[in-house]
């Protein structure tokens, strides 16, 4: 079981920057693949990013590659999002969650998920 937290959501003007956080309890951590995905209001939930257990390989939807990075820190249990260059389209709740597949980019590969933190982006 894994229980994850998410952090660091608000609001920010277009262009601006946010890094959100996702905390992770339980033990196992280190062996889950991360991933970040966002819903925005009438909008089904798509992926943003995820990243492997060993943090080598990163996977981005092509709307914020280039824009957003990924990264995580095992010993801390936590995966992060650095979003820059934010756009009004990157309005949603963003969740992070955690899984065992390499089908990093699909949300049905993912058994845990966090309730979600707000972005806002004004243009």
Partial sequence: ??????????????GGSLGLSCAASGRTFSV???GWFRQAP?????FVAAIDWTGSS?????????????????PKRTVYLQMNS????????YSCAAGY????????AYSY???????TVSS
Wanted: proline share 2%; charged share 20%.
């Fill in 58 to 74: 990163t996977y981005y939807a092509d709307s914020v590659k280039g824009r957003f990075t990924i990264s995580r820190d095992n």
């Fill in 113 to 119: 998920w966090g309730q979600g933190t707000q972005v």
């Fill in 42 to 46: 009438g909008k089904e939930r798509e």
């Fill in 1 to 14: 079981q894994v229980q994850l937290v998410e952090s660091g959501g608000g609001l920010v003007q277009a």
């Fill in 32 to 34: 889950y693949t991360m």
């Fill in 86 to 93: 934010l756009k009004p389209e990157d309005t949603a709740v």
């Fill in 101 to 108: 597949s390499l089908a990093a980019t699909m949300a049905a």
